[in-house]
């Protein structure tokens, strides 16, 4: 009975120590390492638009480009912009990445801009996803900088891959989709809402 009781204590104790030493962001992290493509926060691609009167405070930022130079909010002023967070071993972020260069391409004319925020990568692998896939914008790298993520974490989980933010002309949250875009009808249409409310805006 003595050594059945031991057992069940050293038992409990495993399990216990093994919560207290796992997470979601452990399991995010290990998926990471292992270069798999379940890497990401998974969401089915649910769209939020978020009224105008209900938007927060802009997002202000500053980071490093995949090509080193410095990229920030400031220089997007009164435009809107598409952030959109990924990194190269995420399958839906490959997936949707046609798609993202796709509307970039189309809504050029309404004066938009679209920014990456690779969340993992350094610059080498970076550049080859932007290569392959034919993404012509520009991604700010994330890894190991702490303003950066600070930054932007008010506003997306900077774990999560991917995710959407359409940003409005005075760089307020306008929409967010969380997980892989199947549509670029649903992002053109977010960005020319925000290319509009802000011209609209302007006239009054």
Do not use: H
């Not at 940003?167 to 009808?185: H, K, N, P, S, Y």
């Amino acid at each position: 009975m003595k050594r059945r009781l031991v057992a069940a204590v050293l038992a409990l104790g495993l399990a216990a120590g093994l919560a207290a030493c796992s997470s979601p962001n452990d399991d995010l992290a290990g998926q990471y390492r292992d270069g798999d493509n379940k890497g990401f926060i998974s969401g089915d691609g649910t769209t939020t638009e978020i009224p105008e009167a209900e938007r927060g405070a802009p997002i202000e930022f500053t980071g490093t480009a995949v090509d080193g130079s410095t990229i920030s909010s400031a220089d997007y002023a009164g435009k809107p912009l598409v952030l959109n967070f990924w990194y190269a071993q995420c399958g839906p972020c490959r997936a949707e990445a046609p798609l993202l260069e796709e509307v970039y391409t189309d809504t050029q004319e309404v004066g938009a801009e679209f920014l990456g925020v690779n969340i993992y990568d350094g610059p080498e692998q970076a550049s080859a996803f932007e290569q392959n896939y034919g993404i012509s914008y520009p991604s700010l790298l994330m890894q190991g900088d702490g303003e950066l993520k600070l930054a932007l974490a008010a506003s997306a989980s900077v774990q999560a891959a991917p995710t959407t933010l359409v940003l409005d002309t005075e760089g307020r949250v306008a929409a967010r989709i969380v997980g892989q875009l199947r549509d670029a009808g649903i992002l053109r249409t977010l960005v020319e809402d925000a290319a509009k409310a802000g011209a609209g805006a302007g006239s009054s």
